[in-house]
């Protein structure tokens, strides 16, 4: 018996694909009555430029505030897509009606932050992008396939526009 899809996660990178994921996400949405969670993924610093930071800034403060507004950058950026997507797809906007679009920006190895995420989320199902762009690329790029690797739910993967 299955359970049906009640919460979809849709994972974009900020990048020209997040327009065609946000599309099939919503339309999954729409199709199976599911709430909608949008996510990005930070990529954390490696040590390397952590060390780095922490040798040329002293103050402790102004790196925790550098640090954070990473973060803060990225949700600006997911807000800034979203309503951008929103005005540009009307159509869609208004069939998903006053439902509420959840959103999160959180840091570290995207496939790892995602599929955990979607298992603390309880999540039926992960919508992202094929993240490849070359003609000899295969299906998928390297955080998509640690993702589909990784989760327990199904994932949707949108390839990009030729």
């Given at each position: 018996m299955s359970h049906g899809i009640?919460?979809?996660l849709c994972c974009v990178g900020l990048r020209g694909d997040c327009d065609l994921v946000l599309t099939q996400a919503v339309g999954l949405a729409l199709a199976t009555g599911a709430e909608l969670h949008v996510l990005?993924?930070?990529k954390s610093l490696s040590d390397d430029v952590v060390n780095t930071l922490k040798v040329n800034?002293?103050?402790?403060k102004m790196l925790e505030t550098l640090?954070?507004?990473r973060l803060d950058q990225a949700?600006?950026?997911l807000d800034q897509r979203l309503d951008t997507f929103w005005t540009r797809h009307a159509e869609l906007r208004e069939a998903f009606g006053d439902r509420e679009v959840t959103r999160s920006v959180l840091e570290g190895y995207p496939a790892s932050v995602i599929t955990h995420f979607a298992t603390r989320s309880g999540s039926d199902m992960i919508v992202m992008a094929a993240n490849k762009r070359s003609f000899t690329a295969t299906?998928?790029?390297k955080?998509?396939?640690g993702v589909i690797?990784?989760?327990r739910v199904p994932v949707v993967v949108v390839p990009t526009r030729r």
């Open positions: 009640r919460r979809i990005h993924a930070v800034i002293r103050d402790r640090m954070a507004q949700r600006e950026e299906y998928a790029g955080i998509t396939k690797k990784r989760a």
